[in-house]
């Protein structure tokens, strides 16, 4: 066999076994930006804890994931592309809109995936934590369309909370 048959040969298996590692499963069934859409269900941060737990996770490829919206508050969308765009997770609080205290929520697998995000229901504060746990980028209002070249992709966690 000659040298370019080899080569052309472990090229071919090699791409085929790349192929079939990307096909895997999710090791986790969190909530990941991989899906089509996933909802997530927090509470506040209780005293002595960093983050706001979650309660339930719930991924869709075929549109809005289902969650019990009941006595639910819808606070933030995250986008995995500029623009409102791509894969998306939809947070939702167990205590009602936000207030002074706010939420704090670890964005997980999304850490790598935020492009963009909207929040509703008086969060209109939000501090980004970058990954790096210790700088952070402000937002005000509802909506960011783009979060910026320093904080794309680079997002470990955010607070959110009532500003006004």
């Not at 979650?54 to 986008?79: E, F, H, I, P, Q």
């Not at 697998?109 to 209109?124: E, G, L, Q």
């Amino acid at each position: 066999m000659s040298l370019y048959t080899r080569m052309a040969a472990t090229l071919s298996v090699a791409a085929s076994f790349i192929g079939l590692v990307g096909l895997a499963p999710q090791a986790s069934a969190s909530a990941s930006p991989d899906s089509t859409h996933c909802s997530v269900v927090v509470e506040r941060v209780k005293p002595g804890e960093t983050f706001s737990r979650v309660k339930s996770r719930t991924c869709s490829d075929t549109g809005t994931a289902a969650v019990n919206r009941s006595g639910r508050t819808l606070l933030m969308t995250w986008y995995g592309d500029a623009e409102y765009g791509g894969a998306s997770t939809d947070v939702y609080g167990d205590y009602g809109p936000c207030d002074a205290a706010g939420y704090v929520l670890n964005t997980g697998v999304w850490w790598r995936s935020i492009s963009s995000f909207i929040t509703y229901n008086s969060c209109d504060g939000q501090q980004a934590v970058l990954n790096d746990g210790q700088n952070a980028v402000y937002y005000y209002g509802f909506g960011t369309p783009n979060v910026g070249a320093r904080a794309n992709d680079n997002i470990g966690w955010f607070k959110v909370w009532d500003a006004l």
